[in-house]
């Protein structure tokens, strides 16, 4: 079955500390991975894909197919970086998506 | 820019009432889709639609249907609201693997 796991629900973190934001997925296919991020009363929008290989606001995530892992890192958390994080798995003509249950970023001062 | 839109930002309904949930792109997207996001549960697939008229059941369908009778719109029916129903409710469209998200619609059934 396909399937997202995003195992913490709340991550804190200060400010300059490195983050990692925990994704495994389950697919038999050829996956393709995102990052989706929702800010405080805005609309959810896409961070990143993995075949792009871009770093966004300094975000960066590999696709680890051995570990079947898709991890989202900034090396210093920014407060304006707190917000909720969904990963989401893809693949396939009508450009569905599964959602994890998404991962909660605060960064404290 | 696409541009999703979302007919209401809250709604509050009353239990048994039929409730009809608007959502517009601009972009000529074929691929349209209804979650629903409720904390610790994420975003469920409530249907989908691939093209006018088309649709096809997601992970929780029950309670709700769609109607698409144009490209750019993409409805969603509560044919009796129950307080179980209270949830945010987005709306995306999507071409080229990547969705594109609505401003959402909280509604809460009494």
């Known amino acids: 079955a396909q399937r997202v796991t995003q195992p913490e629900k709340l991550l804190s973190v200060f400010k300059g500390a490195p983050v990692e934001l925990k994704c495994n997925y389950s697919?038999?296919?050829?996956?393709?991975l995102f990052w989706y991020v929702q800010y405080s009363r805005q609309r959810l929008q896409l961070l990143l894909r993995h075949i792009s290989r871009e770093s966004i606001k300094g975000f960066t995530a590999d696709l680890n197919k051995g570990e079947t892992s898709f991890h989202l890192k900034k090396p210093f958390a920014q407060e304006e970086d707190s917000a909720m994080y969904y990963c989401a798995l893809g693949g396939g003509a009508t450009n569905k998506l599964i959602f994890g249950t998404g991962t909660l970023l605060a960064v404290q001062p | 820019d696409v541009k999703v839109t979302q007919s209401s930002r809250y709604l509050v309904k009353r239990t048994g009432e039929k409730v009809f949930l608007e959502c517009v792109q601009d972009m000529d997207h074929e691929n349209m889709f209804w979650y629903r996001q409720d904390p610790g549960l994420g975003l469920r697939l409530i249907y989908f639609s691939y093209d006018v008229k088309m649709k096809e059941k997601g992970d929780i369908p029950e309670g709700y249907s769609v109607s698409r009778e144009k490209k750019e719109r993409f409805s969603l029916i509560l044919e009796s609201a129950s307080t179980n129903q209270t949830s945010m409710y987005l709306c995306a469209s999507a071409r080229g693997g990547k969705q594109f998200f609505g401003p959402g619609t909280r509604l809460t059934v009494l």
């Open positions: 697919y038999s296919g050829s996956p393709e």
